[in-house]
Antibody, heavy 122, light 111 residues
């Protein structure tokens, strides 16, 4: 059974850096075609893809947020860490991590973690 | 921010069939990239219900079906049930952005 769980602060102040950790089990980030992605969802709004790291350490970022995001993996701990700098009120959202599947030219996310609500407020 | 457009809402009576469209462009769905669909029940994380246009993961009822044609894709739900009330999102890949992209989301209401 594959599970993922997000952890990190629930409240950050404007201009601070957010660090979120995704701890997973049931799969290995050493397996070809496997990755872990981060997706967020502001309250009442749509899903927004943020970043993805693959088994070979290939990293992809949302073009609109690239300058603020860093994704890393620790294969020995089965963890993926996302950092987002210069947080602002519009970054208030539920942040999800999910297993990313890369099959031929196709990429999708399954399963997802339960999500972590992050509020940006002073 | 979403580059894939979905209708904000669709509704139907129990037992009816509803469809949700997902319209992209020549840099994503129209370029041949596959479409995937997620169901998000109230207060829960999204769940994959269709992958690679028309494939259902194990455990997803065959009432859910997907298709793709040109720059658009569709999700159909037949035999609508009360527990199908949820938000549904399409997702694809955009070659110009080199990024995964999600749709604007559709709320399905069972009348």
């Amino acid at each position: 059974q594959i599970t993922l769980r997000e952890s990190g602060p629930t409240l950050v102040k404007p201009t601070q850096t957010l660090t979120l950790t995704c701890t997973f089990s049931g799969f290995s980030l050493n397996t070809r075609g496997v990755g872990v992605g981060w997706i967020r969802q502001p309250p009442g709004k749509a899903l927004e893809w943020l970043a993805l790291i693959y088994w070979d350490d290939d990293k992809r970022y949302s073009p609109s947020l690239r300058s603020r995001l860093t994704i890393t993996k620790d294969t020995s701990k089965n963890q993926v860490v996302l950092t987002m700098t210069n947080m602002g009120p519009l970054d208030t959202a539920t942040y999800y991590c999910a297993q990313g599947i890369h099959h031929t030219a196709s990429r999708w996310f399954d399963p997802w973690g339960q999500g972590a609500l992050v509020t940006v407020s002073s | 921010q979403s580059v894939l457009t979905q209708p904000p809402s669709v509704s139907g009576a129990p037992g009816q069939r509803v469809t949700i469209s997902c319209t992209g462009s020549s840099s994503n769905i129209g370029a041949g990239y596959d479409v995937h669909w997620y169901q998000q029940l109230p207060g829960t994380a999204p769940k994959l219900i269709i992958y690679i246009n028309s494939n259902r993961p194990s455990g997803v009822p065959d009432r859910f079906s997907g298709s793709k044609s040109g720059p658009s894709a569709s999700l159909a739900i037949s035999g609508l049930q009360a527990d199908d009330e949820a938000d549904y999102y399409c997702q694809s890949y955009d070659g110009s952005l080199s990024a995964s992209v999600f749709g604007t989301g559709t709320k399905v209401t069972v009348l």
